[in-house]
């Protein structure tokens, strides 16, 4: 069984003094979350025996990320997460899946906020600096649901929900779409990455209609890629 520790050892090697870009100095406070194992929640996403594997890190406007092989950590200043929190507090089957959320403090006495999500496989990869379709997934299947219409569905669905809280996504590129696999034939389409979002003080249509504009045009350019 994975020990909370052995985590944030694992973690200080991988990005190291990187933390420092939203005043973590050691990542041991993570240790808050747990003091002994990993919840039973999280062990359904981080398995016994499995060796965790960093993917990816970087570093957004208050937004730390932290992506593993099967779950991702975001780690956020206080004021982005409580910009934010509208939107993480959304329930949909078509937004990324917040496991838990954690609040912390730093060295600096600054709170933080943690919060475990999901993995997400994005439609569109980056392979030999070329944007490409994800093939991980069946392609053929994804063109099929573009046909039916269940792409836009399932992102309009999402961008709705967004709006109606006077939100918006702001970058709604395929590669911030993904999918997830719920059988051989069965997929769902998820929004995910919500840095750049900003509430609507204004109310501003024009606004809501770029987000739509942006998928639109994002989508048109990424299905014609071989």
């Not at 961008?159 to 709604?172: A, M, P, R």
Request: charged letters at 30%; a neutral charge; proline letters at 2%.
């Amino acid at each position: 069984m994975i020990h909370f520790k052995q985590l944030i050892v694992q973690i200080e090697e991988w990005v190291g003094p990187n933390l420092d870009v939203l005043g973590l100095y050691n990542l041991k406070k993570l240790q808050q979350i747990s003091k002994t194992l990993l919840n039973k929640t999280l062990q359904k996403y981080i398995p016994q025996l499995q060796n965790l594997e960093l993917e990816l890190f970087k570093e957004d406007t208050g937004i730390l990320v932290l992506v593993f092989n099967n779950i991702v950590f975001k780690i956020y200043t206080s004021d982005k997460y409580k910009s934010l929190i509208p939107i993480l507090d959304l329930k949909s089957s078509n937004i990324e899946k917040i496991i838990e959320k954690i609040k912390l403090k730093n060295t600096n006495n600054k709170t933080l906020y943690v919060t475990i999500v999901e993995k997400i496989i994005p439609m569109i990869i980056c392979r030999d600096n070329k944007l490409e379709l994800n093939t991980e997934l069946c392609r053929d299947k994804i063109y099929e649901d573009n046909k039916m219409g269940k792409i836009d569905d399932s992102i309009f669905s999402v961008l709705q929900k967004i709006h109606e809280i006077q939100f918006s996504h702001g970058d709604t590129r395929l590669d911030n779409i993904g999918i997830k696999k719920i059988d051989d034939m069965e997929y769902e389409y998820i929004l995910f990455d919500f840095g750049a979002s900003l509430f609507n003080n204004d109310n501003n249509s024009e606004k809501y209609k770029n987000d739509y504009d942006t998928y639109n045009r994002s989508k048109s350019l990424y299905l014609q890629l071989e």
